[in-house]
C-alpha cells in the first residue's frame, strides 16, 4: 500500500540542484515525489509540474507579478513591464513587442557575429579560455550596445553597473556595504538613463531609446520615470540569461562530445539545439508569483500574500509534456519549453536571445569544433541562474 504524504510536508530543496551541472535528475525526483509542495527553507510553496506551471503563469489574476522586490533590486518603482500585472502590463508590451520581433533582431545579426569574431580573436592562438569571462559575458552586453545605439566603449560601464545590482557582494564582502552599493548602482543606472532620454530627445536616432522617447502610449508620451523603469529592466532580464545560457550550453557540449561532433558535422542542427539545451538546462530556474487569493493544488492549501516559486527546471524534463523528456534530441519535434516562462510575462527578449545563441554557437564551433573543460578543473554554476561562473576549456591550436 502506498504512504499517503500530508502535501503540507512535502519539502522541495531545489536550490543546490539548480547549481549543479546535472540538476534534471533532482527535478524529476520533485516532479514523482511531491509536484506541489514548500520550499525547505522558506516554507513557500513550490509548483513543478509543467501543466500546473503553465496553468499559473496564465492566471496573473492569481498568480501576481506586482512584488515588492525594490530592497533586493536597487529599484525605486517597480519594474517595466516584469513587475506590473495585465492589463496595465498588456500595453506596454504592445509597445515593446513590436521592436522585439524577430525580424528586427535579425537586422542587429551581423553585428552580433562580428562581435563573436572579435572576442574569439584574442584569445583563439592561446588554445585556451576562461568562457564565462571572455566570451559568454562581453557578447550580451554588446548586443545590448547595439540595441540601445550605444558605443562599445560603454561596455564596461554596463557590465559594472549590472554586477552593482546582481552580484555587489563581489566588490563588497560586508552585506550592508553591498546594499548599500546596489542601491547606490541603482542610482547611476537611473541617472545614465536619464542623461540618455535628453540626449535622444535633442538628437534622434535610428535606436530604441529614440523610439522610447517618441512612441506613444494611448496617445502620450512616456514619462522619464517609465522610460527608466523599462531600460533598467532590460539590464536585469537582457544581459545574465544570456550569458547563463552560452556557458550551460558550451559546458554541456564540452561534457558530451559525441552530441558536439554531431552539430559541428551538422551546423544546420545549430537552431534545434540551442532549444533543446533551453529546455535541457533551463537558465532561468524559476520564476516567483504573489498569491492573490487563497488557491489550493493536488491537496496543498496556498494562502492568499504567499510567495509562490514555479520552477521552469522541472516543468521543462516533465514526462507528461515532453516524449523521452531524459533524452536530449537536437531533431526534437515537439518543444514547448518554459525556458522563456509563459503567459503575459513570456519573455520579450526572446527573437534577440535566440538570434545571440545561434550566432555565438554557429561561430564559436567554426572556429573552435574540438573543445574540453581544462583537465583537472570542474565547472561552477551559480544557484538561480545558473550562469557557469567558471568555465576554463582548452583546444589544439595546431601549433
Ligand atoms: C536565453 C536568454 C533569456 C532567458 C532564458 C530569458 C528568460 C525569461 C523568463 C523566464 C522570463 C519570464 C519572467 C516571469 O515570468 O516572471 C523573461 C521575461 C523577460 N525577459 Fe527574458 N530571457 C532571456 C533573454 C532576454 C533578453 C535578451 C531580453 C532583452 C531585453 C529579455 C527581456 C525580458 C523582459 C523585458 C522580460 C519581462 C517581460 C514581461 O514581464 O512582460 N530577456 N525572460
Known amino acids: 500500500m502506498s504512504k499517503v504524504v500530508d502535501p503540507e510536508k512535502r519539502e522541495i530543496n531545489f536550490v ?18 511531491c509536484p506541489v509542495g514548500r520550499f525547505a527553507l522558506t516554507g513557500a510553496p513550490v509548483i513543478s509540474r509543467y501543466e500546473d506551471v503553465v496553468w499559473a503563469l496564465r492566471h496573473p489574476e492569481i498568480f501576481s507579478s506586482a512584488m515588492d522586490l525594490q530592497i533586493a533590486l536597487g529599484t525605486e518603482r517597480p519594474m ?28 542587429l545579426e551581423p553585428a552580433v557575429r562580428a562581435d563573436a569574431n572579435g572576442l574569439i580573436d584574442r584569445f583563439f592562438d592561446k588554445g585556451e579560455c576562461e568562457f564565462d569571462r571572455d566570451f559568454a559575458i562581453p557578447l550580451p552586453c554588446n548586443a545590448f550596445l547595439h540595441l ?29 556595504a553591498a546594499q548599500q552599493y546596489r542601491i547606490q548602482t541603482g542610482k547611476e543606472i537611473y541617472a545614465y538613463f536619464r542623461d540618455m532620454i535628453v540626449l535622444r530627445r535633442k538628437e534622434p536616432k535610428d535606436d530604441l531609446m529614440t523610439y522610447l522617447v517618441t512612441c506613444e502610449l494611448q496617445g502620450r508620451k512616456l514619462s522619464e520615470n517609465e522610460i527608466v523603469d523599462i531600460c533598467f529592466l532590460f539590464i536585469l532580464a537582457g544581459l545574465d540569461t544570456v550569458t547563463a545560457t ?53 491537496g496543498l492549501e496556498m494562502k492568499e500574500g504567499e510567495l509562490v516559486t514555479l520552477l521552469l527546471g522541472a516543468s521543462n524534463v516533465d514526462d507528461e509534456e515532453f516524449e523521452s523528456a531524459e533524452d536530449v534530441d537536437f531533431a526534437r519535434e515537439r518543444n514547448r519549453h518554459l525556458a522563456f516562462g509563459g503567459g503575459a510575462h513570456r519573455c520579450l527578449g526572446s527573437h534577440l536571445a535566440r538570434m545571440e545563441l545561434r550566432v555565438a554557437m554557429e561561430v564559436w564551433h567554426e572556429r573552435i569544433p574540438d573543445y574540453e573543460v581544462k583537465p583537472g578543473e570542474t565547472p561552477v554554476y551559480s544557484p538561480g541562474i545558473r550562469e557557469v561562473q567558471y568555465l576554463p576549456l582548452v583546444w589544439p591550436t595546431g601549433s
Open 246 to 298: 552560452l556557458g550551460c550550453n558550451v559546458a554541456y557540449l564540452a561534457a558530451n562530445p559525441e552530441q558536439r561532433r554531431k552539430l559541428v558535422a551538422d551546423r544546420g542542427q545549430i537552431e534545434g539545439a540551442v532549444e533543446e539545451l533551453l529546455r535541457w538546462e533551463t537558465p532561468v530556474t524559476a520564476v516567483p508569483r504573489l498569491l492573490k487569493q487563497d488557491v489550493t493544488l493536488n
Open 80 to 107: 517595466i513591464p516584469q513587475q506590473i500585472d495585465p492589463p496595465e502590463q498588456t500595453k506596454y508590451r504592445k509597445l515593446l513587442d513590436p521592436r522585439f520581433s524577430k525580424k528586427r533582431m535579425m537586422e
Open 16 to 33: 543546490e540542484a539548480s547549481a549543479s551541472a546535472c540538476p534534471q535528475a533532482a527535478y524529476r525526483e520533485i516532479l514523482s515525489g
Open 148 to 176: 540601445m545605439g550605444l558605443p562599445p566603449e560603454e561596455l564596461d560601464t554596463f557590465l559594472r553597473m549590472k554586477d552593482g545590482i546582481i552580484r555587489p557582494h563581489l566588490t563588497h564582502e560586508d552585506m550592508e
